[in-house]
């Protein structure tokens, strides 16, 4: 049926009889398409997809569609183009990667050019020189990749100083755990040889002492992390180039995992200044200030902006090997000795209080839980908390998650969140370095997680990696490393399945799916349209797949171009 909205007339004739007229409405825009998929089935479909102000008002044959229109209507003909709802982003940094637009570019193909530290160095000084930063100004970097770079190791002070020394220096590892820096850096932080090892993270030290050697694990890096923001000019701005960079890839919902209080007030800002036109769902950190947490408003948008639930950050990085596991890494990283598991960034008590805090309170939350160990910890913390509520607790990269976890998270109402780009980004690294094959083989179990008949999603933790959704897609159902080899086939999932994880599962996780996720009347008319139908396609080549055009809310975000 037509769901229109319609004009009421009263008429007051003779003898006060009043007659009530409808005027229907026509849609604002009207979408044809040989190929909509709306997530629903299993299948796409020709169809013709209503649009009335925000929402999908109607669905139905491709020859129906006249009866919806008037002469103000937009038909878009898609012939067999696909139309899908739009891509949520599962998990992400929208902020970081605001910032990230200011940064030099230090990683390494295919999101960078550097593949030495030769290189590395070079990229730094033509953004020094391009900036023309004066002396004491700050370089701050992100993406550089030790397990990509022809050393194999990670860029040290000395490393940096040959840059310059008369510039703080501060290079943020690609997984955003681990950092670099030079000897101004590390001054200007109060990093010393007296500097103790702080709870939750690393100094790296020379051979043979106590003196920092540059490299900052997780919390170390903490006080060169607060220097971030000095090389940012224009933080409205950037906000509006990574929403237009969250367009191009077919993102209608972006999230900002553990936001802080200024980052919160900059979104805000920037939405009230016309500058954010997708959905963003905020994620405060709640380890910094768990009592201020309790006063936010939560689950209602404020205009483009709603903070979602809080988040906690339970270990670091499986390719950073700070990830918490139950059974040492393959290869242990610097100054580590063969039985090195990694560390929990906090105590399993801490845990416990923050989940039952947040739970009882209704509050959602999602944690950052690489190793399993970790995993164990969350488990732990969800089962003791008891939430009597529909909690959806979300494992944040959940990557090393164990069968048994899995069956345990399916009965507490978790949901895992895969860092499924992993299998194609790190996923020689992890076999070879980090767990060797058996472990490596079942990162990201999707299809164990399917066969327990459990929601899941899957993302690409923008800026860690950028926010390809059609190489999330690729990368989820192939499994193949960047040397070509399949990481596990057995966890392989259908394109259809993995476009659920990306969709209505996503909508799911952020208490969204009565109004997002799938393409149904009412729903927001948040649409990606991409340049065949992926079901079509063999999942080998999915990277063919391209976005076209990106609609939040009716309205057209994104154009793409070029044929």
């Known amino acids: 049926m037509k769901r229109l909205t319609y004009l009421t007339a009263s008429l007051c004739l003779a003898g006060n009889i009043t007659l009530t007229a409808q005027v229907w409405a026509a849609a604002d825009t009207v979408f044809v398409s040989n190929h909509v998929l709306t997530m629903n089935e299993r299948s796409a479909e020709p169809m013709a997809v209503a649009v009335t102000a925000d929402r999908i008002s109607w669905i139905g044959a491709v020859d129906d569609y006249t009866g919806q229109i008037d002469r103000k209507t937009e038909v878009v003909q898609l012939g067999e183009q696909a139309l899908l709802p739009g891509f949520i982003d599962a998990h992400g940094h929208a902020s970081f990667l605001a910032l990230t637009t200011q940064l030099a570019n230090i990683s390494s193909p295919p999101v960078g050019p550097v593949e030495t530290i030769a290189d590395l160095q070079n990229q730094l000084r033509a ?194 090997k700070t990830a918490f596991m139950t059974e040492p890494y393959l290869h242990p990283p610097h100054g580590q000795d063969a039985e090195y598991r990694g560390y929990p960034a906090i105590p399993q008590v801490r845990v416990n209080d923050l989940v039952a805090k947040f739970g009882h309170a209704g509050i959602p939350m999602i944690a950052h839980t690489n190793g399993d160990a970790a995993a164990d910890m969350l488990i732990t913390a969800v089962r003791e908390a008891n939430i009597q509520t529909d909690h959806r607790t979300v494992m944040i990269h959940a990557q090393t998650v164990r069968e048994d976890q899995l069956t345990d998270m399916k009965t507490l109402g978790m949901i895992p969140s895969f860092f499924a780009a992993h299998s194609f980004y790190w996923g020689d690294w992890h076999r070879d370095s980090v767990f060797g094959e058996t472990r490596a083989l079942r990162i990201s179990p999707t299809a164990s997680t399917m066969a327990r008949g459990m929601i899941f999603t899957v993302h690409n933790d923008a800026p860690i990696v950028p926010p390809d959704m059609i190489r999330l897609l690729w990368a989820t159902t192939n499994r193949i490393t960047r040397s070509g080899k399949v990481l596990g086939k057995n966890q392989r999932i259908s394109t259809y399945d993995a476009l659920r994880a990306m969709t209505i599962f996503a909508a799911h996780q952020n208490f969204e799916e009565s109004d997002k996720g799938s393409i149904e009347v009412g729903k927001y008319a948040d649409f990606a349209i991409l340049s065949e139908n992926p079901l079509l396609l063999a999942p080998e080549d999915l990277l063919d797949l391209r976005v076209n055009a990106t609609y939040s809310h009716g309205v057209q975000v994104y154009d793409r171009k070029e044929p």
């Open 127 to 320: 953004y020094i020189d391009e900036r023309n930063l004066a002396p004491g100004d700050w370089v701050i970097s992100q993406g550089y990749d030790d397990s990509l770079l022809a050393e194999n190791r990670h860029p040290d002070r000395d490393d940096l100083d040959a840059v310059s020394t008369e510039h703080p220096i501060y290079l943020i590892h690609v997984s955003g755990h681990l950092g670099a820096a030079n000897s101004r850096a590390l001054g200007r932080a109060g990093i010393s040889s007296e500097s103790p090892n702080p709870s939750g993270g690393i100094i790296r030290r020379r051979p043979g002492t106590q003196e920092p050697n540059g490299v900052l694990e997780e919390s170390a890096s903490y006080p060169l992390r607060k220097y971030t923001n000095s090389v940012v000019k224009d933080p409205i701005g950037n906000v509006r180039a990574a929403m237009a960079t969250y367009a191009r890839n077919g993102i209608t919902t972006a999230q900002d995992g553990a936001a802080s209080k200024e980052v919160i007030d900059l979104m805000k800002a920037a939405d009230k200044a016309g500058q954010v036109d997708l959905d963003v769902v905020i994620y405060p950190a709640a380890q910094r200030d768990p009592e201020g947490m309790m006063a936010f408003a939560y689950g209602t948008y404020d205009g483009r902006v709603k903070i979602g639930g809080v988040k906690l950050m339970l270990d670091g990085s499986p390719q950073g």
